[in-house]
C-alpha cells in the first residue's frame, strides 16, 4: 500500500513524502525509509500524544512505477 501511495505522489510530481508517526508506528515507518524530522505533542484530544513528523524522498522505483503508468495510460492499457 505504502508502494502504491509512493507511486501516486511520484507520478503528482512530489519530491518528498511526510506522516505524523506515533510511538509505536515509528519503527516500521523508519524500515520503510522515513526518518524522524520532529518530534512533537498533540494535545487536541485532551490527552496529550507524542508524534514525530517523519519524511522520506520519493524513490527512483516510485518514480519508475509512476512513468510507467502514465504511459500505460497514454496507450489506453489503464
Known sequence: MLGACEAAAAAKGFGTLELMATRSGRPLNEA???QPVEEIEDASGGAPVPL???????????????AR???????GRA
Open 52 to 66: 514525530t513528523r517523519m519524511s522520506k524522498p520519493v524513490t527512483g522505483t516510485a518514480q519508475l512505477l509512476a
Open 32 to 34: 520503510f525509509g522515513f
Open 69 to 75: 503508468a502514465a504511459l500505460s495510460r497514454r496507450r
